[in-house]
């Protein structure tokens, strides 16, 4: 886990303002432009170290998203420029701290849930934001990298017990051949 330092606040605040922005510059609906910007290739270079020293203008990041995946006027639903913003800055707050992509984060929580969470929870700090919804969905007991470990070795140790089964089964009627 990572501290929250200067160069964190600065891309959340950027972050914030690019989703906001997204109602001015986008065509489609906040839920399609959330979701497009989620897995695009100028969230996965906000992931990484160095994104803040490429001088990127928010309207060219929506340029760019645009540009990826292609104009549409997909969708209705708009929500509010400072829901938008909270949602922006949470987003990359978690993605930051927890050193993890933005795609996790986006797969474990929906805009639709942050939007549902802007009330009760704009005025909390986001590491309380953070931290509420890991409890909220039971990802506080665990950490996601160890929750991730434990799968991996799930799946290992299925397979072993799928070559012994057929070892088991298969072996025997080979001799027969």
């Not at 969470?117 to 934001?129: G, Q, T």
């Not at 799930?154 to 070559?163: G, M, P, Q």
Request: charged share 30%; glycine share 6%; aromatic share 14%.
């Amino acid at each position: 886990m990572r501290g929250f330092d200067e160069y964190g606040l600065a891309m959340c605040r950027y972050q914030g303002e690019l989703f906001a922005e997204s109602l001015k510059y986008a065509a489609c609906s906040t839920p399609v432009f959330l979701r497009r910007f989620m897995y695009s290739q100028t969230a996965a270079r906000m992931d990484g170290n160095g994104f803040m020293f490429e001088s990127l203008s928010v309207e060219d990041a929506i340029a760019e998203i645009e540009a990826e995946f292609g104009q549409s006027g997909y969708g209705k639903i708009r929500y509010g420029r400072e829901e938008l913003y909270w949602i922006g800055y949470i987003y990359r707050y978690w993605a930051y701290t927890e050193e993890t992509s933005s795609r996790n984060i986006y797969k474990l929580v929906k805009p639709d849930e942050l939007r549902q969470l802007y009330v009760p929870y704009h005025s909390l700090d986001p590491a309380a934001v953070v931290e509420r919804i890991k409890e909220a969905k039971g990802l506080e007991e665990q950490n996601l990298i160890q929750r991730g470990v434990e799968i991996l070795k799930r799946i290992r140790y299925d397979k072993l017990k799928c070559k012994e089964l057929y070892k088991q089964v298969c072996e025997p009627n080979d001799k027969y051949k």
